[in-house]
């Protein structure tokens, strides 16, 4: 057999429930994959031969296409890898896979058998129990520890001007400790919905009925929503949840009296998906606010996030097979939120 064979899997491999390819790691290209692997890329056999790596990666997370190539060709070389990749299916969702690479045993041509496993329920719990810990630790205890020290100097305070301060920061933490609260349970809510819960909306439609609700709370703030091409999406209540923190922060973040944020709807010029882009003219959203969201970054007592906000964000749309992405501009910020694209009904005209 010689590479230009095009070697096939045998036809045993589709009874597994494991996505199995064949790499060529000299083009870092699939030659061959089973059942299993074609139903979770959502490509067929044929469209995955000479597709290029990229196409199925998702393009905002931090490995890329000359990782993958690294580590075909590390394995070619005699070392087997196995780590954690995020793969973007071929309706624009996103799932993390455990993937691991050995050589083919059954000839001599050096492909890599590349052995890809679905675990993106097992990744989303354990993530979630790792965004709670670090809810409860830093969040909760910060905020306890200031209502503490408030409620002290009321206790021994000298005047009655400085008994009223403290009195209205007790009150204002208590608030915050509540939208902690408030922040799990939405997050919560988020990876429990099954996809049952969730119904076809035309985009532009969902993210007004958001943006009436926030309107009438914040009246003062001007919010503008442009639609540059209808689009679908397939949601529940977690859609709700980050379009409106994502609003919310750019309101109360700014320090004009009359906040304005535009919201643009469309689709994302580099893959297809809906790209819902929210823009502020606020300062900068800290760095150190959105490097905690990266499942793979150290958190310590002196340096975290502390804008639960943005991980109810996160964690709502990467329920729904999306991906949320920061862009800090001179001046403001802009949160854009990705989701699939989505048919619309049958029964829309």
């Known amino acids: 057999m010689s590479r230009k064979d095009s070697p096939e899997l045998s036809p045993q491999y589709d009874t597994l429930q494991v996505g199995i390819a064949l790499f060529d790691p000299a083009t870092a290209t ?52 196995q780590f954690a990749w995020r793969i973007k299916r071929s309706d624009g969702s996103l799932v993390w896979v455990r993937i691991h690479l050995s050589c083919r045993p059954d000839d001599g041509e050096g492909y890599v058998l590349g052995e890809v496993r679905d675990v993106t329920e097992y990744y989303t719990a354990s993530r979630r129990e790792a965004l709670f810990w670090r809810v409860l630790r830093h969040n909760l205890r910060n905020e306890t520890t200031k209502i503490a020290g408030y409620a002290q100097t009321i206790l021994s305070g000298a005047n009655r001007t400085d008994i009223r301060e403290a009195a209205e920061a007790v009150q204002s933490t208590a608030m915050e400790l509540g939208n902690v609260a408030k922040s799990v349970k939405e997050i919560q809510q988020a990876a429990t919905e099954s996809t049952r819960q969730r119904s076809y909306r035309q985009t532009t439609a969902a993210v007004r009925d958001v943006v009436a609700d926030i309107q009438t709370e914040y009246p003062q703030a001007t919010i503008t929503v442009e639609e540059r091409e209808p689009m679908w999406v397939h949601v529940d209540t977690a859609f709700d949840h980050a379009l409106s923190h994502a609003v919310e922060n750019a309101v109360r973040h700014s320090d004009d009296q009359s906040p304005r944020v535009d919201i643009i709807v469309g689709p994302s010029p580099n893959t297809g998906r809906v790209e819902i882009s929210i823009a502020d003219q606020n300062d900068s959203i800290p760095e150190v606010e959105t490097d905690a969201l990266d499942e793979f970054a150290e958190v310590s007592s002196t340096s975290h996030g502390t804008g639960v906000g943005l991980f109810v964000m996160k964690w709502c749309i990467e329920s729904l097979g999306g991906e949320l992405e920061f862009e800090r501009c001179d001046p403001g910020n802009v949160v854009r939120l990705y989701l699939p694209p989505k048919d619309p009904p049958a029964d829309v005209t």
């Open 30 to 81: 699939v030659v061959s994959a089973n059942e299993r692997l074609v139903e979770l890329l959502g490509y067929s056999n044929k469209e995955l031969r000479g597709m290029p790596i990229d196409r199925y990666t998702a393009n905002t997370y931090r490995f890329s296409e000359a990782d993958f190539v690294n580590r075909l060709r590390a394995t070619d070389d005699g070392t087997p890898q």
